[in-house]
């Protein structure tokens, strides 16, 4: 049990196109879900905390605008990179904390790279 | 401000031990986990502590004293699959978790 799915797991795109990426947990509701990002060789940089009905907290740096999240449901959680540019070719990984006892489960990351 | 403190890499060699110690400091505090990395995939869990003591789960053990805002991760008779980046991640009051910068791990025949 405590699975986290996303989709995609890679992708390459065109700069200046947006990109959305799936955050799910298979088997356990998660009213609260992250999004990080992580360069090669660097740790996991916090981007976002994601709650379900409500606006997304992000981190100091990380433009709202730019990385749009939609926390729609108990299971789901979307990241759209807007207007993708080469230097947001990174590691996105997600990860959701079940409720019933937080802890967090990571989603096997999706690696985006922006041409 | 809050903090987590771990080595940058350390070197090891097959069938040996290896200790990575972690400090931490949280506004508040409700637990740490090591997780475990391996290049171009995302953590995977390996512990949680969040009282006093040591855990032990077959190679692996993490110890963690409050006290000193301390923990270690032990890893028994290491193997060339066991070099990664261990990463030591706090849990503050709001439940939030704070991530050291990761500790490579490279095994050496």
């Known amino acids: 049990g405590a699975v986290v799915s996303q989709h995609p797991s890679w992708v390459i795109c065109k700069s200046g196109t947006s990109v959305k990426i799936e955050c799910r947990s298979l088997d356990f509701q998660a009213t609260t879900m992250f999004w990080y990002r992580q360069f090669p060789k660097q740790s996991l940089m916090l981007m976002a905390t994601?709650?379900?009905?409500?606006?997304?907290?992000?981190e100091q740096g990380v433009e709202k605008d730019k990385f749009l999240i939609n926390h729609a449901s108990l299971t789901l959680s979307t990241l759209t990179v807007t207007s993708a540019h080469p230097e947001d070719s990174s590691f996105y990984i997600c990860?959701?904390?079940?409720?019933?006892?937080?802890?967090?489960?990571f989603g096997p990351g999706t690696r985006l790279t922006v041409t | 401000g809050q903090n987590i403190d771990q080595p940058t890499e350390m070197t090891a060699t097959e069938g040996a031990i290896v200790q990575i110690n972690c400090t931490y400091q949280t506004s508040g505090f409700n637990g740490l986990f090591w997780y475990q990395q391996h290049a171009g995939e995302a953590p995977t869990f390996l512990s949680y502590n969040v009282l006093d003591g040591l855990e032990e789960k077959g190679r692996f053990s993490s110890f963690l004293s409050r006290s000193k805002g301390y923990s270690y991760l032990l890893l028994k008779e290491l193997q060339m699959k066991d070099s990664a980046s261990y990463l030591c991640?706090?849990?503050?009051?709001?439940?939030?978790?704070?991530w050291g910068a990761g500790t490579k791990l490279i095994i050496k025949p």
């Open positions: 990860s959701a904390r079940r409720d019933v006892d937080y802890e967090q489960y």
């Open positions: 991640a706090g849990v503050d009051s709001n439940y939030q978790l704070i």
């Open positions: 994601s709650n379900e009905g409500s606006k997304a907290t992000y």
